[in-house]
């Protein structure tokens, strides 16, 4: 089946500092991609739709300028928290949609920051 | 607009006992829904899904769910749990824009 991985699975990272993840489909072109915030214990909220060669559609409530979302390619997008702040400490998921496969989207393992 | 409700956050269930797992929608449009499975540490693992046709749809691991429009419901079902079952479940539905929204998600614990 259909894989996505994300890199890191796992960062730490200083307050104020900025921490990039990649999300990758690996065996199939993704136009859409889908970022995910999950806080412990807690339910997936989606962030934003990346879309390849297009600006991300922010959901209502994110701070686009926080997360910086983009969508290089067509195997490729970034999520990166700038300005970390311990609040931002969560575990992050994306998912890719196959253009191939109208209903599905395949979610990548996830990475977990820790903002000290 | 589109919600998902997950009426039960945790649920204890013995081994080899059945299990269900209650989820409630609600949308304007037709409904594509879903269930994944979260081990801890992990991403999603789609469970099954209802896209049209039979209402009574069979998943990976022994799980099936029924779609039932009237009710806007979309229950989980397993008839004999096992200890590797014990995870977070969610109920998803997708909207016409391709954006999944999850429910709460249901802690299962299967008892030895």
């Known amino acids: 089946g259909a894989v996505v991985s994300q890199h890191p699975s796992w960062v730490i990272c200083k307050s104020g500092t900025s921490v990039k993840i990649e999300c990758r489909s690996l065996?199939?072109?993704?136009?859409?991609m889908f970022w995910y915030r999950q806080f412990p214990k807690q339910s997936l909220m989606l962030m934003a739709t990346?879309?390849?060669?297009?600006?991300?559609?922010?959901e209502q409530g994110v701070e686009k300028d926080k997360f910086l979302i983009n969508h290089a390619s067509l195997t490729l997008s970034t999520l990166t928290v700038t300005s970390a702040h311990p609040e931002d400490s969560s575990f992050y998921i994306c998912?890719?949609?196959?253009?191939?496969?109208?209903?599905?989207?395949?979610f990548g393992p996830g990475t977990r920051l820790t903002v000290t | 607009a589109q919600s998902v409700t997950q009426l039960d956050s945790q649920v204890p269930v013995f081994e080899e006992a059945p299990v269900e797992l209650r989820c409630n929608y609600s949308?304007?449009?037709?409904?594509?829904l879903f269930w994944y499975v979260q081990y801890p540490n992990q991403g999603l693992q789609l469970l099954l899904k209802?896209?049209?046709?039979?209402?009574l749809v069979k998943g990976i691991n022994g799980f099936e769910a029924e779609f039932n429009k009237s009710q806007t419901s979309f229950h989980l079902r397993k008839p004999s749990v096992h200890i590797s079952d014990t995870a977070e479940y969610f109920c998803?539905?997708?909207?016409?824009?391709?954006?999944?929204?999850f429910g709460t998600g249901t802690s299962l614990t299967v008892i030895p």
């Open positions: 949308s304007s449009v037709s409904v594509y």
């Open positions: 998912s890719a949609k196959d253009p191939n496969k109208a209903y599905e989207q395949y």
């Open positions: 990346s879309n390849e060669g297009s600006k991300a559609t922010y």
């Open positions: 065996d199939f072109q993704a136009t859409t």
């Open positions: 998803a539905v997708r909207s016409t824009g391709n954006q999944f929204y």
């Open positions: 209802y896209l049209s046709g039979s209402t």
